[in-house]
Nanobody, 120 residues
Framework: QVQLVESGGGLVQAGGSLRLSCAASGSISSINAQGWYRQAPGKQRELVATFTSGGSTDYADSVKGRFTASRDHAKNTVYLQMNSLQPEDTAVYYC??????????????WGQGTQVTVSS
């Protein structure tokens, strides 16, 4: 069974850093459209970073220059390095990926979410 497992959230003071990880496990034939999202209380889920088919990474304007997404293909793991965190970055962070198993169509998978809280 395919699943995405996140880790690395927590409580940090403004200006601090955190690194999130998201590992895909199970019977996986291909992984595409990987990305990081977040949802703050009372707000809609928003895209934070996504890996494009061209090999680059797109970021939300609010995190450009502070967050860096990366991935380790061998480990089926993506990371989100978050620097200069601000209270407005407080949210539940989710990873997502479109994964195809050994048979059948691809489907969209989501991690369980990890809480990031930034205190002022």
């Amino acid at each position: 069974q395919v699943q995405l497992v996140e880790s690395g959230g927590g409580l940090v003071q403004a200006g601090g850093s955190l690194r999130l990880s998201c590992a895909a496990s199970g019977s996986i034939s291909s992984i595409n459209a990987q990305g990081w999202y977040r949802q703050a209380p009372g707000k809609q889920r928003e895209l934070v970073a996504t890996f494009t088919s061209g090999g680059s990474t797109d970021y939300a304007d609010s995190v450009k220059g502070r967050f860096t997404a990366s991935r380790d293909h061998a480990k089926n793991t993506v990371y989100l390095q978050m620097n200069s965190l601000q209270p407005e970055d407080t949210a539940v962070y989710y990873c997502a990926a479109t994964i195809r198993g050994p048979s059948g169509p691809s489907r969209r998978y989501w991690g369980q979410g990890t809480q990031v809280t930034v205190s002022s």
